[in-house]
Structure formats: C-alpha cells, structure tokens
C-alpha cells in the first residue's frame, strides 16, 4: 500500500477520483487524498448525514443528495487525521450552478432553489413575457446544497469555482 502511495505521489496522482466533492473543511485534495483514511469519524460525527466514504476512494465524500451542509465543522471537529482543518476562509470553493434544464427557462413556474436558499443568493427576476429567470449571486453562495436538494427538475449541481473563474 506505502509503494502505491509513493507511485501515485511520484506520477502527481491523486487517489481522489470522485464525482462527489471532498468534505467541506479539506486540505487540499492531494493532500487530503494522503491524509484521509477513511476511517468514518467524519461520516459518523455529520449531523445532516451528507458525508460518507466512497466505495470507490476509500474517502470522505458529500453526497447532496442526502440533504446539505451546515457548516457546523462537527467533521472538523472528529477529524484526527487532518485532512479537515477549520480556517478563517470559506470551509470550501463549491457552489451552485444553474442549468438551461431549469424549469423557469422552460416558463413553468418553480422557485424552490430560491425558498430554501438561506443566504438568498438565488433571486428571480422577471423576463419577457413575465417569464420568471432565476439569478444566482455567486459572491453570497456558500456552496451548502440546499438549493441542489430542492430542485425537483435536477437543474442545479455544485462545482469548484476557481479563483480565476470568480475574477472573470
């Protein structure tokens, strides 16, 4: 298992090929991929139950499909491997973006993102014809997935914004 890790670190691999995202909170991702062990104190500790370990990884994963995060750092909190560590910057670069397959794009009236948005960064404003176009403040998003939860149509996923994509 030591070779295989010196093999993927040699080749810049990282064990973290997920679709899921790592946990809010985590060191960077190679660096989590060597910290993490997928022992589940994390998973166990996630009051909201979104947190599990992938079958495929072997690590932490969110799975918004389960519902969304707090941010409470109960998993920072059981983490004693440090592949989750509370910072005074958001706990993550997830946020929500909204696809051509929305609802309101197809005028038919929803607006669950925005009711169980807290942070309200999901607003809609009136198009023509008094369609209804959902705008999403990617500033006030905090990447938590309530909104993702709420869709009923699958429109909404979450994606790592990169700091170059937030300056463009």
Not at 127 to 150: M, N
Request: aromatic share 6%; with cysteine.
């Amino acid at each position: 298992m030591q070779a295989q890790m010196e093999r993927r670190r040699f080749l810049g691999i990282s064990k973290y090929a997920e679709d899921k995202p790592c946990p809010p909170y985590s060191i960077s991702i190679d660096k989590f991929s060597d910290a993490c062990t997928g022992c589940g104190d994390c998973v166990s500790a996630c009051p909201e139950k979104i947190l599990l370990i992938s079958e495929r990884s072997r690590l932490a994963v969110v799975d918004f499909g389960m519902g969304s995060c707090t941010f409470c750092e109960e998993c920072v909190d059981a983490c004693k491997e440090g592949a989750l560590v509370k910072t005074d910057e958001a706990p993550w670069a997830m946020k929500a973006t909204i696809g051509s397959n929305c609802l309101s794009f197809q005028k038919i009236a929803c607006r669950a993102c925005a009711d169980f948005c807290e942070m309200r960064a999901i607003r809609f404003h009136l198009g023509l014809g008094g369609q209804q176009i959902p705008d999403l403040d990617s500033e006030a998003c905090t990447g938590c997935g309530a909104c993702l939860v709420a869709c009923p149509n699958g429109s909404i996923e979450m994606r790592e914004i990169k700091l170059q994509e937030e300056v463009l």
